[in-house]
C-alpha cells in the first residue's frame, strides 16, 4: 500500500517505514513535490496533526497520515506539549536547547513524571464508496516515563536522551532504535495504525 506520510523529518520516515514494515510503501512530503512549511498553529497535537493531514489531502488528493507528538511533563502541567519541537523558541527545532530549558525548568524537582504521546490523523480516499469519497480515522499512542537528570545516550532524537520509559533504567537514547519502535508513543500509534490497514482495506 502507497501513502503519504505529512513530513520531511528522516528520523520519523526512518521509524515509520521499521515499524510499518515492507507491505506499506510510506511517501515523504519531498517525493510528492511538496517543499511548503505547512502550518502547525493549532492548540492541541490532534488539531495539528489534522491541520497537516487535510493540507495535503486538499492540495494534492493523496490518502495520507500527519502525526504530532508532545512530551507532557507533570510538574510543568504539562508543558511542553504541543509546543515541544520549539520549546526553546526560535524559528528551528534545536533539540539539544528545548532539553537544556526542560532540564533548567525542572532543575532538582522530584516530581520527574513524564509521558510522549503521538497522534496520528488518517485520511485514505475511499474509491469503494464513489469518488471523492473519504474515510477519516484517528490513533494515539502514549508512553509513561520521567524525565532523567542529565543526558544520557546518543541514539534516537528530540528529547529521546532525557526520556526514560517506565520499565526501564536508560533513555530512548541508550535502549537504541530497535527496542524504541517496539515501546514508544510513535510505535504504539502506528500499531493501532497498521491494524486499521490490515482489518479494513
Not at 510510506?26 to 497535537?45: A, F, M, Q, R, W
Not at 511542553?80 to 539539544?96: I, N, Q
Request: with cysteine; proline share 2%.
Amino acid at each position: 500500500m502507497k501513502i503519504v506520510f505529512a513530513t520531511n523529518n528522516q528520523h520519523k520516515l526512518d521509524e515509520i517505514r521499521n515499524i510499518l514494515g515492507k507491505d506499506f510503501e510510506i511517501v515523504s512530503l519531498n517525493e510528492i513535490g511538496c517543499h511548503e512549511d505547512i502550518p502547525e498553529t493549532g492548540k492541541t497535537l490532534e488539531e495539528n496533526a489534522w491541520q497537516k493531514a487535510n493540507y495535503i489531502f486538499n492540495k494534492y488528493g493523496l490518502s495520507c497520515f500527519a502525526d504530532d507528538t508532545g512530551l507532557e511533563v507533570d510538574a510543568l502541567n504539562g508543558a511542553p506539549g504541543v509546543f515541544s519541537a520549539r520549546y526553546a523558541g526560535g524559528e528551528g527545532h534545536d533539540s539539544e536547547a528545548n532539553m537544556q530549558k526542560l532540564l533548567r525548568e525542572l532543575a532538582e524537582n522530584n516530581n520527574r513524571k513524564a509521558r510522549f504521546r503521538t497522534v496520528i490523523a488518517l485520511i485514505l480516499k475511499d474509491e469503494s464508496r464513489g469518488t471523492g469519497d473519504e474515510r477519516r480515522e484517528t490513533f494515539e499512542g502514549i508512553v509513561e516515563g520521567h524525565i532523567a537528570h542529565e543526558k544520557s545516550g546518543a541514539e534516537g532524537f528530540g528529547y529521546d536522551p532525557i526520556f526514560v520509559p517506565d520499565g526501564y533504567n536508560q533513555s530512548f537514547a541508550e535502549l537504541g532504535i530497535d527496542i524504541k519502535n517496539q515501546i514508544s508513543h510513535r510505535a504504539r500509534a502506528v500499531k493501532k495504525l497498521a491494524e486499521y490497514f490490515n482489518s479494513s482495506i
